[in-house]
């Protein structure tokens, strides 16, 4: 049962806490993600790969996932950009779930859960 997190800024304890009608994860289109490299392919174009052929495989991928929705979960609680980013400059909070337990939870709302 690994252990995956999710980083939180301080204003957002009175919404996990204390609104029982808004509890939840927040899943984000993938077009839709605020870094442009959460959703980008890297590739390395000195392996003999057509760069013209891989980005029209790439922008087809896209357009296939276009749509799907994420969260992402890191896998430790203390990776200093997430809390820089997401913990509002290292204060706020993270909250720690047990992967097993989520996917099984999340599995039953027929909703697919993929841990990479």
């Known amino acids: 049962m690994p252990k995956i997190y999710k980083y939180l800024s301080p ?7 204390y609104d029982e009608s808004n509890v939840g994860i927040k899943c984000t289109p993938l077009d839709e993600y605020n870094d442009p490299y959460e959703f980008f392919c890297p ?15 790439y922008d087809s991928i896209k ?15 203390t ?15 993270v909250l720690e779930f047990d992967s097993d337990k989520l996917k099984e939870s999340v599995e039953q709302n027929g909703i697919p859960f ?3």
């Open 11 to 17: 204003n957002s304890v009175a919404t996990i806490l």
């Open 43 to 57: 590739v390395d174009f000195e392996d003999s790969i057509n760069p013209r052929e891989f980005m029209l495989f």
């Open 63 to 77: 357009r296939r996932i276009s749509g799907s929705f994420a969260s992402c979960f890191p896998d430790m609680p």
């Open 79 to 93: 990776n200093i950009p997430m809390w820089a980013h997401y913990g509002a400059d290292l204060s706020g909070f």
């Open 114 to 116: 993929v841990l990479r």
